[in-house]
């Protein structure tokens, strides 16, 4: 062992030291059905309103204290309750570590459905917070009693609850909800990250119970190289939330950036609902082929098993070969073996991927 070698073992935490960082993959050249992004680009006159915007903002001074004006746009695009605070975060991911690392202790249980988003434990193991999660019924539905009885056993701080769910595409019933944010002890985080493509949200209720936050992010609806996310609650949560937010984590360019393309904001929920409107027709495309099951979705993707001739790890390969990237689930859980997930892209990548499929699934 080298002398860094040895460094690095004596100092970082042995948890840290067994972990696989979060993987991108290299997309140059490739339809890109990965990441769950919206395929289009922004038109050409948000652009332009775009370019003349951020070339007159300061670069030589910190992002100023004062966020009122972005709080009531991001507010008025998004439906926030006249009543409820906003907190801002280099995208949920941020907003995440936020919640567990002002709720939790050393040990303390953060938990969730699981499969879930993969974040909710590697903040809470980053923030030395003890992960619990509560395994989904065999159709990757939400296990009601199983999730009220591991919240009485375990007594969490924090629950994330993301509806629609990823990576599943499952939306949990409101009775459901309400029944786990009456059971939980500290707070729930409702994670909307994918409200943009259903017709469901907490958001116009988020102050109706003592321990909700609602949690949304842009990436989904054409903004994910901006990196913001938001939490929306009552006052008294955001307050104290907001005393572990890093100072200046939301640049200038981006604030600027979000302010001028809310002026746009019909452009989004344009793409959005292209997106949805195409979710349907993939996946009753996907479901015809042979030995696919494709799970409800809600969200911008699809969950679909492969299990006839070729099993999830071999067609997801045969994609990447023909430079089609989809994301494989098929060792991350025994209840997504076999598993890919399928973002819903443009009508021509979409059907560049079927032909592939019926190409790779007819050998």
Known sequence: MSAVAGRIAGTVRPDILALAAYPVAHAEGCIKLDAMECPYELPEAVRDDLARTLRDTPLNRYPAAD?????????????????????????????????????????????????????????????????????????????????LAAIGEHQPKVVFLAVPNNPTGGAWSEADMAA?????????????????????????????????????????????????????GHPGWIAELNKVRPPYNLDVLTQAALLTVLRHKSVLDEQAARLRADREPLAAALAALPGVRVFPSAANFVLARFSGKLDGNAVHLALKTRK????????????????LRISVGTPAENAALLSALQDILSA
Not at 84 to 112: K, M, R, T
Not at 194 to 200: K, S, V
Request: hydrophobic content about 50%; proline content about 7%; aromatic content about 10%.
């Open 67 to 147: 966020l009122s004006e972005l709080q009531a746009a991001v507010k008025t695009a998004f439906g926030v309750p006249a009543g409820a605070d906003v907190l801002f975060g280099n995208g949920s991911d941020e907003l995440i570590h936020i919640a567990v690392q002002a709720c939790c202790n050393p040990g303390d249980v953060v938990l969730s459905p699981w499969p879930s988003f993969v974040y909710f434990d590697m903040a809470a193991r980053f923030d030395h917070a003890r992960f619990v999660g509560v395994p989904l019924a065999s159709d990757l539905s939400l296990d009601l009693p199983a999730m």
């Open 324 to 339: 089609i990237l989809v994301r494989n689930f098929s060792n991350a859980h025994p209840l997504l073996a076999d598993c």
């Open 180 to 232: 786990i944010i009456a059971a939980a002890p500290g707070l729930v985080v409702v994670d909307e990250a994918y409200q943009p493509f259903t017709d469901r949200s907490w958001m116009p209720q988020v102050l109706a119970a003592p321990n909700v936050v609602v949690m949304r992010t842009v990436s989904k609806i054409g903004l994910a190289g901006l990196r913001f996310g938001y939490l929306a």
